[in-house]
């Protein structure tokens, strides 16, 4: 019986509630949009009960947005960095 999450699922998913590192600082619109969107996941996560398929899901529609939002306010780091991101879930969920 495997127990707790692989870190193939759990760090994608981790990322996406908390999608800021430290550099560079991202346009103000766009942190506000984004950290509205982190907060709406996080809340949708914990009416999940730690269901690693769901989590991943709905952390790849978040992702998706995130790369929404960069695209409409001009970010093309943050537009890479998320692209990564929603990719890696997508890995993840095809390997499930």
Known sequence: MEKGWRAETAGPVSFTIH????KPIPPRKLEKM???RSRSLAKELRKLQ????SSARISLAAAHDYVSFARATDAPYFVKLWEKLEQQ??????GS
Request: without cysteine; charged residues 40%.
């Open 89 to 94: 879930l997508q890995d993840q969920l095809a």
């Open 50 to 53: 730690y269901d690693k398929i």
């Open 19 to 22: 999608p800021f590192d430290d």
């Open 34 to 36: 984004v950290r509205r």
